[in-house]
């Protein structure tokens, strides 16, 4: 069965903190990994993967994709409390026509 | 560009009434969906569609219908509204194999 897992469900961190966000997936013909962070409302766009090793990079947020090991990392370098959010992985796949989504990680970062 | 709008923002619902989210896109995409997320949950699929005039269900169909007339419009009907369909609803679109693009959400409760 297809699935994404994403650890840990929940972290509460102090601002300027480095903090590293998990997505695991097991799916049939991976296409590529998709990070989102939702706050009150709809999810807004951070990554797109597709290539194994190869850093996607945007201000203080990063992230990778290993597709041998099948796991995703998000990294937010000093935490900022507008980075509270819930950050959600999903996966998809050639030939299908969703995305699979993790249950999503909620990031609390504390002034 | 207005991306993907939905319509109402929120709503209270009666049980067994029905109702009618509106959803609408102005990018010419051709994939359309409908996503439910509950409390602490990720995003479920409830239907979605490929193109005008073709839609299928997703994981969690029962006690919704929808319709695809146009390329750019998605409603989700709710038949005879229960307590378990309390719920944020999200249309979103997109171009195959690219990000998804979400709608604001509609936030229901069904009393």
């Known amino acids: 069965e297809d699935k994404v897992v994403q650890s840990p469900l929940s972290l509460v961190v102090h601002e300027g903190d480095t903090v590293t966000l998990n997505c695991s997936y097991e799916v049939t013909n991976f296409r590529s990994l998709l990070w989102y962070k939702q706050e009150k409302k709809a999810p807004t766009f951070l990554f797109m993967l597709t290539s194994s090793g190869i850093e996607k990079k945007s201000g203080r947020l990063s992230s990778i994709l290993d597709k041998k090991e099948l796991f995703s990392i998000l990294n937010i370098t000093a935490t900022q409390t507008g980075d509270s959010a819930v950050y959600l992985c999903a996966v998809d796949q050639t030939g299908a026509n969703n995305l699979f989504f993790g249950t999503g990680t909620r990031l609390t970062v504390i002034p | 560009n207005a991306g993907v709008t939905q319509t109402p923002k929120f709503r209270i619902l009666k049980i067994g009434q029905s109702m009618t989210l509106q959803c609408t896109q102005d990018?010419?995409?051709?994939?359309m969906y409908w996503y439910r997320q509950d409390p602490g949950m990720g995003l479920k699929l409830i239907y979605y569609s490929v193109g005008a005039g073709i839609t299928d269900k997703g994981e969690v169909p029962n006690g919704y219908n929808v319709s695809r007339s146009t390329t750019e419009d998605f409603p989700l009907r709710l038949e005879l509204a229960a307590p378990s369909q309390t719920s944020v609803y999200f249309c979103a679109s997109r171009v195959v194999p690219e990000k998804l693009f979400f709608g604001s959400g509609t936030q229901l409760s069904v009393l």
């Open positions: 990018m010419n995409h051709n994939y």
